[in-house]
């Protein structure tokens, strides 16, 4: 009877043995197949070699080690891969529903990218053709992929790129994308060198692909109807000395066919005095700016013309500036940019209440001309009681008494004036009063 057993369980193991040995000889045949599908799926001028393959579970996915992939100029290495078997049935496409690397190694002329680990969902790699910029054509897409241990380098930009943790969903043409990431750095060293820091970063609505053809060929990025978000927590920008560092920034943008409506925020922002146009800073005994900043605008497309319903600058230790106005020939970002050469002045109101700022520059300038403080205020205090203009009496009677009073300047030119000319005006308004009639200054002080 035990003798009947053993060589019952030694004819079952004996069968087990050449099931598996069939099973895996099959797995093998099947992956060998497959791969040959996969490389002609890929075309004629791809080169795609590997040290060692085997299959996965079930003979579901292929395990590669020492992958290289090569297509024109590009390069693709990885110590690890593993790819659910392609799937070209449904088109011409071909489709890779999870793919996943470990020491990824992409170059190309637009740049190069490291990644220590990268999972991919619902990959659809690119077709080729003579043109690519056919309609129809597929270009490379990505549902969803998350890495790890990021470290890149943009030629177009020469600047370095890493984070410690990224992912990203819905990375594909004419598709908005939703980008999050984690202690970011970004460095150029071409003059001027900047180097800036995130805590993490959140992107949303911007369509990424489109913006990687941009960087990578030149071609023209092309802003789409949709909305758009952006979160950046504990960012710092310095070049060869502090520039800025701020707490939040927040962006909320609409885009439509006809306008954009834009709400941003920046909160705890620090500028210091390298950053241009702040560094009258130091004369006046400040070290950097420090408060918050707020605008809320609606910019026509068509027309170029930039509605701001508010743009607050909010400084505890200088003072408070609300803005809000029409403008012409601008865009959002001039309200927070030294871009704003062209834009034009169509109407304006200032709202300001000082939080210590204009003694100082009363003092700076006294100083500056050789005068005592108290004299230069009394000098100030006799331009009020003398000015014939009633917003010149309102403008330097506020000027003795800053702390007391806020000041409001309303600006509406006779026509449409650039911004900087504005400026210019309002400067020489002492040696020249006439001015005021041209740029339609009103004073009031309350």
């Known amino acids: 009877m035990k003798k009947n057993v053993l060589v019952t369980v030694s004819g079952i193991a004996i069968?087990?043995?050449?099931?598996?040995?069939?099973?895996?000889?099959a797995e093998h045949v099947m992956l060998d197949k497959g791969i040959e599908r996969f490389q002609q799926a890929l075309g004629p001028d791809v080169s795609f070699t590997y040290t060692r393959a085997k299959p996965g579970l079930l003979g579901r996915s292929v395990r590669f080690d020492g992958l290289v992939f090569r297509q024109g100029p590009e390069t693709i290495t990885a110590d690890e891969a593993e790819l659910t078997k392609p799937d070209t049935q449904d088109s011409d496409v071909t489709r890779i529903h999870h793919l996943t690397f470990h020491n990824f190694q992409l170059a190309d002329p637009a740049g190069s990218l490291h990644l220590k680990s990268v999972e991919m969902d619902g990959l659809a790699l690119p077709t080729k053709a003579e043109d690519p910029n056919t309609p129809g054509v597929q270009t490379l897409s990505i549902d969803h992929a998350q890495a790890t241990g990021l470290h890149g380098f943009v030629s177009s930009l020469q600047s370095d790129?890493?984070?410690?943790?990224?992912?990203?969903?819905?990375?594909?043409?004419?598709?908005?994308?939703?980008?999050?990431?984690?202690?970011?750095?970004?460095s150029t060293d071409v003059s001027p060198p900047r180097h800036i820091k995130a805590d993490s970063v959140v992107v949303d609505g911007v369509a990424l692909a489109?913006?990687?053809?941009?960087?990578?060929?030149?071609?023209?990025?092309?802003?789409?109807?949709?909305?758009?978000?952006?979160?950046?927590?504990?960012?710092?920008?310095?070049?060869?000395?502090?520039?800025?560092?701020?707490?939040?920034?927040?962006?909320?943008?609409?885009?439509?066919?006809?306008?954009?409506?834009?709400?941003?925020?920046?909160?705890?922002l620090e500028l210091y005095p390298d950053v241009?146009?702040?560094?009258?800073?130091?004369?006046?005994?400040?070290?950097?700016?420090?408060?918050?900043?707020?605008?809320?605008?609606t910019f026509t497309l068509k027309t170029g013309a930039l509605h701001v319903e508010t743009f607050s600058i909010d400084s505890a230790n200088m003072g408070r500036l609300h803005i809000n106005g029409e403008f012409g020939q601008a865009s959002s970002a001039s309200m927070l940019t030294d871009g704003n050469t062209d834009m034009q002045v169509i109407s304006m109101t200032m709202n300001y209440i000082d939080h210590g700022l204009v003694p100082k520059a009363l003092n700076a300038i006294a100083t500056a001309r050789g005068l005592p403080p108290?004299?230069?205020?009394?000098?100030?205090?006799?331009?009020?009681?003398?000015?014939?203009?009633?917003a010149y009496a309102s403008f330097f009677h506020w000027l003795g008494n800053p702390g007391k009073q806020s000041l409001s300047i309303g600006i509406k030119p006779t026509q449409p004036m650039p911004l900087m000319m504005v400026v210019a005006t309002l400067g020489n308004l002492a040696a020249m009063p006439e001015l005021a009639q041209k740029l339609g200054l009103s004073v009031q002080t309350h």
Not at 162 to 169: C, E, H, V
């Open 210 to 268: 489109d913006l990687y053809k941009t960087l990578s060929t030149g071609a023209p990025y092309t802003t789409r109807t949709t909305t758009r978000d952006i979160s950046i927590d504990k960012l710092s920008i310095d070049g060869t000395s502090p520039l800025m560092r701020a707490k939040r920034v927040l962006s909320h943008a609409n885009r439509t066919d006809t306008n954009e409506q834009e709400v941003s925020s920046i909160q705890g």
């Open 276 to 297: 241009p146009n702040m560094g009258w800073m130091p004369s006046l005994g400040y070290d950097r700016f420090q408060g918050n900043v707020v605008l809320n605008n």
């Open 161 to 186: 790129l890493s984070a410690d943790t990224a992912s990203m969903d819905n990375f594909g043409a004419n598709e908005t994308s939703h980008l999050q990431a984690r202690n970011v750095q970004l």
């Open 374 to 390: 108290q004299a230069f205020l009394g000098y100030v205090q006799a331009q009020s009681a003398t000015a014939q203009n009633p």
């Open 15 to 25: 069968l087990g043995g050449i099931a598996w040995f069939g099973a895996r000889h």
